[in-house]
T-cell receptor, first 113, second 116 residues
């Protein structure tokens, strides 16, 4: 069965510091992987996605993620966090039927000045 | 170009009542998916509609039903509301023939349902 685990429920970082959010997935074949961000009271905004090819993918807002098949991971990174990055971050895997996402439980990011 | 529009934004219902949530897909999209996001959780897939039919369904009881209209808009109906149905309900639209490799999902901002 497909599933996504985000081990960190909440992370606090200082503005300007680097960030890494962890994501582990369970999937039998090459996964379709996504990172979404959700600001309070808002829907989901796609940050980046991985389907195949280069395992380091670039997204919007300066985010990047690296796919590591050996570790079943797809961690999200940002070299310098801005206060506006405070939000909930969700990792997701696309079902092999192409019809649904499986989301993790999310990581809440707090940015302190 | 309008994105996905959901209505209402918020609503409060009493246990046992019925509720209808509405979703207008992004222009050019023909497929609508519904997700339930309970507080502190990730979104969970309810079902997907394409060509006015339910194509796939997640692990939700029959109290959850839906409909898609010829203009591709969709409704989510929940009968006999329970306190546990309180959640943010998200609608996502896409173009059916794209598949993951040509990703094109757009999410709405959701409807916040509170059951009291």
């Amino acid at each position: 069965a497909q599933s996504v685990t985000q081990p960190d429920i909440h992370i606090t970082v200082s503005e300007g510091a680097s960030l890494e959010l962890r994501c582990n997935y369970s999937y039998g074949a090459t996964p379709y992987l996504f990172w979404y961000v959700q600001s309070p009271g808002q829907g989901l905004q796609l940050l980046l996605k991985y389907f195949s090819g280069d395992t380091l993918v670039q997204g919007i807002k300066g985010f990047e993620a690296e796919f590591k098949r050996s570790q079943s991971s797809f961690n999200l990174r940002k070299p310098s966090v801005h206060w506006s990055d405070a939000a909930e971050y969700f990792c997701a895997v696309g079902a092999n039927t192409g019809n649904q996402f499986y989301f993790g439980t999310g990581t809440s990011l707090t940015v302190i000045p | 170009d309008a994105g996905v529009t959901q209505s209402p934004t918020h609503l409060i219902k009493t246990r046992g009542q019925q509720v209808t949530l509405r979703c207008s897909p992004k222009s050019g999209h023909d497929t609508v998916s519904w997700y339930q996001q309970a507080l502190g959780q990730g979104p969970q897939f309810i079902f997907q509609y394409y060509e006015e039919e339910e194509r796939q369904r997640g692990n939700f009881p029959d109290r959850f039903s839906g409909h898609q209209f010829p203009n591709y808009s969709s409704e989510l109906n929940v009968n006999a509301l329970l306190l546990g149905d309180s959640a943010l309900y998200l609608c996502a639209s896409s173009l059916e023939d794209r598949g993951w490799a040509n990703y094109g999902y757009t999410f709405g901002s959701g409807t916040r349902l509170t059951v009291v």
